[in-house]
């Protein structure tokens, strides 16, 4: 029993050693709220991600598009869990391009389930003819293709100041502390208010920030709860699998040992 317990110890510490290292990672300059998400047992905030669609689509949603992501994702389990109901309601606001008719003419059509996010622009040259020249990612997988991720688009959301003395900004351009080369062709796009949450909490502009990057923090990785899940499974099964190799290997040896 004494064998199998310093296995198990030594197993946790290398477990808990290795989570330790990819927390080290991260970079440290970047400010970061505590994420529900983060961590072995993360999970999504439902709440977060409902008043993060909400900031997303009142206010981001004007410049950038979420292409990847369809109306159905925002019933689906994992993500904001609204009702279908909901969901439908949310997609039939939008208006979709379809068709050839039997006629041959393309027509618009409310929103469905199944289409994909309606985006602001019809195509990337307009958008960036739109926005002084500077081209609004599209954001279904930004929190993944940006280097810091969630931590990362937060702290630039927060991070407009005053350029510093002896810096000149062309017109359109904002100083950030946290934008490569601290120069960002988007001005600050929250303000305390800016929305109203109907769930009563307060629309600072820090919790808006936090709800809109966890809900692009879901965006990019849908099925990290299923994930985490499954890593916990397997987990428990190397435990299993630990305590009966201890056991099958203790009676393969038992005569061995009781002879020397
Ligand atoms: C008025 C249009 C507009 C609005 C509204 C807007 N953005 Fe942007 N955003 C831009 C443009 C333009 C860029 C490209 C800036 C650049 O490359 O300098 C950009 C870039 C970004 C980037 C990428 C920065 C990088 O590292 O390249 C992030 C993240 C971002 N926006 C998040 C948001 C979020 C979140 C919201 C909503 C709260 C939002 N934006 C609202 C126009 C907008």
Redesign the pocket.
Known sequence: MRKFLKILIFQSFFIIFSFNLIAAERSHDLLSPGWSFKGFFGKFDRASLQRGYQ??SE??A???SMKYLSYRNLYEKGGPEFSKEQAKIIASQFEVNDGPNSEGEMFTRPGRLSDNFVGPYPNEQAATAA?GG????D?SV?VKA?KGGADY?YS??LGYEEAPVGMSLDDGVYYNKF??GN?????N??SDGIVTYSDGTEPTQEQMTRD?VTF?AWAAEPHLEARHKMGFRAIVYLLIITVLVYFSMKKLWSRIESKV
């Not at 500077?134 to 990612?137: L, V």
């Not at 120069?183 to 001005?187: A, D, R």
């Open positions: 900031v997303y206010v981001c004007a410049c950038h926005n500077a081209y609004p990612p954001m930004l940006r688009i630039l959301l934008m490569a120069k960002i062709k988007m001005s796009p929250l809109v692009l």
